[in-house]
């Protein structure tokens, strides 16, 4: 079995179209997006880009889906980013936070934090 390694983004805080109360449409509010990529490891090698998975290209995917407009649900675009995070064939399970960070005085964020498998993986892979 090949081992797997962690990539990861932190603290990521954007500006993002999300809500489902009327105050929250037509305006951006602050999310703070965590990731987790589970991905092959295979082992030592050169160092070089093209082996491992680029965390700047899976920012930028981000990025782009936060910027695509106005989704009701922090789930929903959850679920949008764990997507295009299985971009990258090598990524074996993603973990996805998104916390809207003004929502509550007395609170820092609310949110929602899911974990997901590429569902074109046989069952045997995704076991592992």
């Known amino acids: 079995m090949r081992g797997l390694r962690r990539v990861f983004i932190r ?4 500006h993002a179209s999300i809500g489902v109360h009327l105050h929250e449409h037509g305006r951006r509010q602050r999310v703070r ?24 290209a899976v920012a930028a ?8 407009g106005h989704v009701r649900l922090a789930e929903t675009l959850a679920e949008r ?5 299985f971009s990258d064939s090598r990524v074996r399970k993603v973990r996805v ?12 964020s ?19």
Request: proline fraction near 4%.
């Open 33 to 56: 997006i965590n990731l987790d990529l589970a991905v092959i490891d295979d082992g030592p090698g050169a160092d070089q880009l093209a082996r491992v998975v680029d965390y700047e």
């Open 11 to 14: 603290d990521m805080v954007l």
């Open 81 to 85: 980013i764990a997507e295009v995070c």
């Open 110 to 128: 609310a949110g929602v934090e899911i974990e997901r498998r590429p569902p074109k993986l046989s069952t045997r892979e995704n076991a592992e």
């Open 97 to 108: 936070r998104v916390e809207k960070l003004d929502i509550f005085d007395d609170a820092e």
């Open 61 to 68: 995917r981000v990025r782009r889906v936060v910027a695509a």
